[in-house]
């Protein structure tokens, strides 16, 4: 199993992005998908999560401005990110609780990480 994220890049304050993560390989069923980010100096932390069903959750400092989603038909996930911040800066990874072949035991996967930078 592989997880591909893309999107990230350079953008100014108050602009958006779009971050895409997707899952290929033996997947039988994904559980929760999210993503976490990672500043310099600083610990990798979750900005958003979102299970196969039911409502997604947000850090507070990205509540209102980012929103995550997905496409289990694609095994892939979403965070559009808008009004960014120079906090936002990092590189953000995305993950997935796969359930994948043979053994069907819920194993979590982390995408390569992508670099967001928020400067004018």
């Known amino acids: 199993v592989q997880l591909q994220a893309s999107g990230g890049g350079l953008v100014q304050p108050g602009g958006s992005l779009r971050l895409s993560c997707a899952a290929s390989g033996s997947i039988a069923a994904i559980d929760n998908m999210g993503w976490h980010r990672q500043a310099p100096g600083k610990q990798r932390e979750l900005v958003a999560r979102i299970p196969t069903g039911g409502y997604a959750n947000y850090a507070d400092s990205v509540k209102g401005r980012f929103t995550i989603s997905r496409d289990n038909a694609k095994n892939t996930v979403y965070l559009q990110m808008n009004s960014l911040k120079a906090e936002d800066a990092a590189v953000y990874y995305c993950?997935?609780?796969?359930?994948?072949?043979?053994?069907?035991?819920?194993?979590?996967?982390w995408g390569q990480g992508t670099q967001v930078t928020v400067s004018s």
């Open positions: 993950y997935a609780e796969i359930r994948d072949y043979p053994d069907l035991y819920l194993h979590a996967y």
